[in-house]
């Protein structure tokens, strides 16, 4: 039992079966290497979710579950942890069990070393993993500064995305979206996408859609287009603890132009309604929202976090805010939703280059594989 039976077969771990970042690459990267006709299965800790993901217990590091999870490593030849408690999980599951994990870090490896203890003890979990993989090549030099990891056990492989799923809308392609979402067919349309959770401030990204609203002509004359000059909209898709909250804020500050959706089984409708997206997080790793934007042409408007600027390259794909600690400069945001507004189409194009060049599924799933071959051997 304690064997593998498949020394090629791999294991993925995700924390729960929420439709969020490191869950959803998972989910594809399961997908494409099955396809690619290697066995590879997918688990989460614990939780419930959008995801149609088997659950090993009833939390997320409880004996029943660590013991699930050992028995479900001893079939394959190797487990991907995909971010967060994964780590935690894998390291005591699996210590003395012969089946390694490679460890994905999803985001700022620093935010674990804020006291010296708590860094010694992510240094040592992270030393039980065969591998590590950064989601960026900061994220990288981070981890191998901050915990003094052996160069050739990091590697940077990029957040990937399906380019398939996430294409550029045409004008048909634009007003069926909105109809569906209940949007006006010719306002300026930006989106947030994400967890209406602290960490994604999105408080800050209806703070700065009010003034943006709120600068709007009374006609088509002005500096704005006729189109903008029709009236903004901001969508919010996604669900969490803030959102009565949010809905409050919306309602105060711009009454009837905000619009939420909840969680979606398919965030394609949110991209192709949109003219921008807008991102204003505290902190990120490099988002899945930032590529799945860009592969469907749609600029984005963040703040300067984390590896953001993988993805957003100031001024070409789209523009970088720098807002300060909570709760942040609403004025600066606006700033970068301006300044992609006024160049959308452009930044929108560059933003689909870069990110089928870097992102692309396919490009991703290869050096997956390199780095799979290398621990089968």
């Known amino acids: 039992m304690g064997t593998p039976t498949d020394r090629r077969a791999v294991l993925h771990v995700v924390t729960d079966p929420r439709r969020r970042g490191s869950q959803a690459f998972a989910h594809d990267l399961d997908a494409a290497l099955r396809e690619r006709g290697r066995a590879s299965s997918i688990v989460a800790l614990a939780g419930t979710g959008e995801m149609d993901i088997p659950i090993l217990g009833p939390g997320r590091l409880h004996p029943r579950t660590l ?13 991907i942890a995909h971010g967060s408690t994964t780590l935690d999980a894998c390291g005591i599951a699996l210590a003395g069990a012969g089946t390694p994990f490679v460890y994905v870090n999803i985001g700022d490896p620093r ?26 090549p900061m994220g990288r030099d981070l981890l191998l500064r901050t915990y003094r ?13 399906r380019p398939e799923r996430f294409l550029p809308p045409n004008e048909s392609d634009r007003a069926k979206a909105r109809a569906e979402l209940g949007l006006p067919a010719e306002a300026t349309v930006l989106a947030v996408v994400g967890a209406l959770a602290g960490e994604k401030r999105v408080a800050l990204a209806i703070e700065a859609f009010g003034l943006l609203a709120g600068a709007e002509p009374a006609t088509g004359t002005g500096d704005l287009s006729d189109r903008q000059a029709l009236g903004h909209r901001l969508l919010v898709a996604g669900e969490g603890p803030e959102r009565p909250a949010l809905e409050a804020l919306a309602e105060r500050r711009v009454p009837g132009r905000v619009t939420f959706t909840g969680n979606l089984a398919d965030p394609g409708p949110v991209y192709r309604a949109a003219d921008m997206l807008v991102l204003s997080s505290t902190s990120e790793g490099v988002p899945g929202v930032l590529v799945e934007a860009g592969l469907s042409a749609i600029p984005a408007a963040a703040t300067d976090v984390g590896f953001v600027r993988d993805v957003v390259v100031d001024g070409v794909t789209g523009a970088l805010a720098d807002v300060g600690p909570d709760p942040g400069d609403p004025q600066a945001l606006l700033a970068a939703i301006r300044r992609v507004l006024s160049d959308r189409d452009a930044m929108g194009r560059a933003a689909r280059a870069r990110c089928l060049e870097r992102h692309a599924m396919e490009t991703v799933v290869d050096a997956w594989i390199a780095l799979l071959d290398e621990r089968s051997r």
């Open 149 to 161: 990891l052996a160069p050739e056990r990091v590697r940077a492989i990029p957040n990937g995305r």
């Open 67 to 79: 013991r699930a999870l050992r028995r479900r490593a001893a079939g394959v030849g190797l487990v």
């Open 111 to 136: 935010h674990w070393a804020r006291d010296a203890l708590r860094r010694a003890r992510v240094g040592l979990m992270l030393r039980r993993a065969a591998a590590i993989a950064s989601v960026s």
